[in-house]
Structures are given as C-alpha cells and as structure tokens.
C-alpha cells in the first residue's frame, strides 16, 4: 500500500487507473470502515482510502482536539484489508491560506444533525467535492450510520452533476447492538451501559416507543427522517461525547 500525503502526488500515483474505489475516512478504524475497504476491494480495481480529520466539518467545542488518531494503526488496517493508496494529508494541503470556497447543500444540510452542528455539511460537502476531484473515482463509499451526510451527499452529486456512484453500506454493530464509531472509544463502561438505550430504541422502528425508552436520557433528536429510504434518527449526549444512530425503515413499519 501506498501513502501519499499531497494532492499533486495522489493524482500521479492514480494517473491512468480506471474503476477507482475511494472509501472517504477520518481514522480511528473499527469494522465499520473496514467493511466499506472490503465492498470497495470487490467492486473496484483501485482502491484509494482518504485518512484525513477534516476541521471544517467541527464546530468550537473541543471536539476535533479529542478525535482519536493513531495513523500507523489505521495504515497497516488499511492495507490488511486491501487498500491500495493511502491518501493522508496535512490540514494545509487541503486548506492551504486564503482558502475560501465552500459547498452548500442547502435544505438536506438545514434539519437534524444540521441543526446541532452548524456548518458541519459544509464541511462535508466541501471536503467530498474536494476528495472526489482528486481522485476522481467511480464509486465512492459510505456507511449508513451516518444517513444524513449521504443525503446531502447524493443530493450534491445531483445537482453538481458529479460523474460517480455513491454506495452505501449497512451499519456495522458490536453484539450488544451499539453501532460502531470512533467516538466510543471516548466513553466509561457506565456511559457506554447507557448508550445502549439508543439503538434498542431504534430497534422498535417506532418513534413514540423509541421515545419513551430515550426517557432520561439526553436526546438532540428522534424522528422519521424522509431520507431514501425514510429512517428512524437519532441523536444523543451522553457525558460529553454525542452519538447518532438510525435505522432504515421499510415499508410497512409505522412512519
Ligand atoms: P468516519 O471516519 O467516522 O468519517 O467514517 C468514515 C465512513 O465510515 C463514513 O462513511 C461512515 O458513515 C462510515 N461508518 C462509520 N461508522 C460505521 C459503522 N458503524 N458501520 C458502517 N459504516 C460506518
């Protein structure tokens, strides 16, 4: 596997490669991402995984300070699970000074986590559009855990006419049904007994039974989301760390 770490020798090392399969990170790997390196290793001839703690997508609250890194564990996951380049760069190669451009994804980016996190689509947006013309793969690939970003995704691929797939991938659980995410990692043993109301609360694709067992618990949000497909999202603090969570619903639950 190679790393590379500025723009100008990603595209050398991709020049000339076709069926290119990019898997868009922050690190911090768990089961969730290294499903999506193993959907993108069977569908695509060259697959490019990005490691990169995009700032614009954090808001002020220490939040980017804690996310966990540890680049040498997640290159050598990486590579076990059949990425081909490692793109990593620093904060400047892609927001060097005098940056100034930015993707709005307008009413996908308003509601929900839109709402708590101001400004954080844009930076996801942004930092998508970005990776993509680097790269420019054919696919690109996403989990469902975070169903919201695919939304305001998809909806800016449609409407930048952007030449490329978008696939999304189901939510990777631990047994006890807590959906992986690198800010678990942040949580005491008591904090994360208690996280484990929310996905048993989803569990119930019912938002009225779901919010009932959310009772006591910090909740930014539950509701159906009309996504494609329609979801049951939710977002809750728990101590300091928040955690989001949802899951696909299908015709015939309640909506
Ligand atoms: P992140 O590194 O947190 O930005 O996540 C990178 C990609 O992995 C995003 O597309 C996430 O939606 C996806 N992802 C994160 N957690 C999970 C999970 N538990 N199951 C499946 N995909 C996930």
């Not at 911090?28 to 703690?53: D, I």
């Not at 890194?69 to 380049?85: C, F, K």
Request: charged share 30%.
């Amino acid at each position: 596997m190679r790393i590379t770490r500025t723009v100008a020798e990603t595209r050398a090392a991709l020049r000339g490669a076709e069926n290119v399969g990019l898997v868009p990170t922050m690190g911090a790997y768990h089961a969730g991402h290294l499903s999506l390196f193993r959907a993108a290793r069977e569908e695509c001839e060259t697959v490019v995984a990005s490691l990169f703690v995009n700032p614009a997508q954090f808001g002020e609250d220490g939040d980017l300070a804690r996310y966990p890194r540890d680049e040498a564990h997640d290159a050598g996951l990486a590579e076990e699970h059949g990425v081909d380049l490692l793109f990593a760069p620093a904060a400047d190669e892609l927001y060097p000074p005098g940056y100034e451009t930015w993707v709005e994804v307008e009413e996908a980016s308003r509601r929900l986590e839109g709402e708590h996190r101001p400004g954080h689509f844009r930076g996801v947006a942004t930092i998508c559009l970005k990776l993509f013309n680097i790269v420019r793969p054919r696919r690109a690939y996403f989990g469902q855990k975070d169903a919201q970003q695919v939304e305001v995704l998809r909806r800016m691929i449609r409407d930048l006419n952007l030449e490329l797939e978008l696939r999304v991938l189901p939510t990777v659980r631990d047994p006890d049904g807590l959906a992986l995410s690198s800010r678990n990692a942040l949580l005491t043993p008591e904090e994360r007994r208690r996280a484990l109301a929310l996905p048993r609360a989803l569990a119930t694709k019912d938002p009225a039974r779901a919010q009932t067992l959310l009772d006591g618990l910090d909740v930014d949000y539950i509701e159906v989301a009309p996504f494609d497909p329609p979801a049951l999202v939710a977002a809750i603090r728990i101590g300091s760390t928040r955690l989001i969570d949802n899951v696909p619903l299908d015709q015939g639950d309640p909506q």
